[in-house]
């Protein structure tokens, strides 16, 4: 799939104030899943709708409000955007974004188109950047769709240099001391700032607010910065040379290695099932 100088036909009708700024999609097999990060109001969600809605109108045969688009045979349109509970039936918002995300992941195929806008977000942070990250993950591997994934966990960016499919782009902001501006155009790399305070300034936020805010997200960097280096996403699991139980680990792993299955008779196997698990218990006393 790709789309030159694409647009959102909706937003551009609306907004007759301001030019808007079209983009390309490449979502080739070397670009299927794109991780698109950005702060808040930059255009990330109109980006990877008016993407949907090219898809929608090309399979219609009706007008494409792009200079050119090549679009293949989709079979469906997942999205998962938004924030909302159904309270009649007892749902949080959370659980809502849980229960579409399964639906997408149990149906999606590598025919279909898939946008996800800020998933997992709400939830504790590491336990959204979790179900971010395997989601990402999934539909690479697994389903293999066509996937808009729009994010504020930055380290989800690392994912490009682990899967050959994905691709990083981000919205491009022009920082000036003044001012935080929305340039709205589609580049290629992650971002790693997310202006969280700069955008609520633009809200109008009181300056004593704001002042805290700063003086809250300095010592929180100072910490980090200060702090021993924290396992990531993206870090193995098996016991590094220092664990106090890694010959253990090894002594488990031998042990299982060793079993022959097809020689066991079912009462031999609830045995070895048994010694197994003794060994892991006294190795967790470590």
Known sequence: MYVKRGR???VEAIDTDQTFIPNDVDLSP???LAILTGPNMAGKSTYIRQTALIVLLAHMGSFVPADSATVGVTDHIFTRVGAS???SEGQSTFMVEMSEAAHILNNATARSLVILD???RGTSTYDGMSLASAIAQYIHDTIG???LFATHYHELTELEERYPGVVNYHVAVEETPEDLVFLRSIEPGGM???YGITIAEKAGFPKDVLHRARQELANAERHTEDAPRQPTLFDGHTPTSESPWKERYEELQTALQGVDVNQLTPLQALQTLADLQYRLEDSNEY
């Open 8 to 10: 959102h036909p909706v």
């Open 30 to 32: 070397d670009h299927q």
């Open 85 to 87: 509970d159904n309270l």
């Open 118 to 120: 800020e998933i997992g």
């Open 145 to 147: 769709a066509r996937t």
């Open 192 to 194: 790693s700032e997310s």
